[in-house]
């Protein structure tokens, strides 16, 4: 009989899940200031910023933009502040929000995300005066 497998420190089968969120600008300024911002709150450890091209249908029309797409890298449980965050500060209308959850991951890299995106319910909100340019 083989013992119950332990969960890896850093996989969604603990407390401890994290996820990548997804949002994306229409200028390259406002993703550097938005991904500062969620930076400086500590609702993510990382954001990377991609030059990107969509094409959707907004209001009936057919669309083709140019955007910066942000890449936020964070904990599950810091996902409800970080949305919270993105759509009091965006410029969009109805900005993309989208949480993809991460499997796996290097325990150290995890674990540096953990550090740099702590807080949580006992941590007090963002502060409301962060505006954008």
Not at 6 to 23: R, W
Not at 50 to 56: E, G, L
Request: net charge negative; hydrophobic share 35%; aromatic share 8%.
């Amino acid at each position: 009989m083989q013992a119950p497998r332990t969960p890896h420190p850093h996989t969604p089968g603990n407390s401890q899940a994290y996820c990548v969120v997804l949002t994306a600008t229409a200028t390259a300024e406002e993703a550097e200031h938005l991904a500062r911002g969620i930076v400086e709150a500590r609702l993510g450890a990382c954001v990377q910023i991609q030059a990107i091209q969509s094409i959707y249908r907004w209001q009936g029309a057919l669309c083709k933009e140019s955007e910066f797409r942000l890449s936020i890298k964070t904990r599950q449980a810091r996902y409800a502040a970080l949305e919270r965050f993105i759509q009091e500060h965006h410029s969009y209308e109805t900005p993309e929000i989208v949480q993809l959850p991460i499997t796996a991951g290097s325990a150290e890299y995890l674990q540096w995300v953990a550090e740099e995106s702590r807080g949580g319910q006992d941590e007090p909100e963002p502060d409301a005066q962060f505006a954008l340019p």
